[in-house]
């Protein structure tokens, strides 16, 4: 008596995990794409060819173009967020969680990624609003809400957290950033360092308990 072949096993769908990290993957070659051409040559044809997934794909985790740079907006902006959101203010000294935000904030801002993105939204003006509402605008009500806690908790004195948290933003930024978009020498390391101790050294003179 003959034995039934084997069947053939079918592939199923990827497991939420495997998707996930596949989608990550093509975000970073995204990303790379981007720094590497600037937004003029950065189209979904280019990822596909990078990546080797089917633009099909592209179009079904992301959409267009212009919605593929805003995930990789939203991701590197969120790279900023990390100290303030995991902080409490009863368990860390105000000072070393806002110097670590400030210098985290330098630093991703001033990198090459960053200033991509700024000159792709230079280059598409409905880009504008999409990396304001990725950058500055989610970055800066976390900070918020983070000073909120830290003055209720008596480490700081503040009345206005979004205002407090606007002018931690300007103490640290000023415009250097404008300035790298025009050419100018980035800040390097060591100045990062130096301008985030600054800001916020100038910062707690006026909120400081």
Do not use: C
């Amino acid at each position: 008596m003959t034995q039934d072949a084997p069947r053939p096993s079918r592939r199923g769908r990827p497991r939420t995990g495997e998707v996930a990290a596949r989608k990550s993957a093509m975000l970073d070659a995204a990303a790379a794409l981007l720094v590497e051409r600037g937004y003029p040559s950065f189209t979904v044809n280019a990822v596909a060819e990078r990546t080797g997934a089917s633009k099909s794909t592209i179009y079904s985790w992301f959409g267009n173009r212009e919605a593929l740079v805003s995930a990789i907006a939203e991701r590197n902006y969120d790279l900023t967020q990390i100290q303030v959101h995991a902080s409490s203010p009863t368990e860390q000294d105000p000072r070393e969680v806002l110097t670590a935000w400030t210098h985290q904030l330098l630093r991703v801002l001033h990198g090459d990624l960053s200033l991509a993105i700024l000159r792709a939204a230079m280059n598409e003006p409905a880009l504008g609003p999409v990396v304001l509402r990725d950058g500055a605008d989610r970055q800066r009500p976390l900070l918020a809400a983070y000073l909120a806690d830290a003055s209720r908790a008596g480490l700081l004195r503040i009345d206005d957290a979004p205002r407090a948290a606007k002018e931690l933003y300007g103490l640290a930024m000023q415009d250097d950033q404008m300035r790298a978009l025009l050419g100018d020498a980035r800040m390097t390391p060591d100045a990062v360092r130096v301008r985030a101790d600054q800001a916020v050294a100038n910062f707690l003179r006026i909120y400081g308990p």
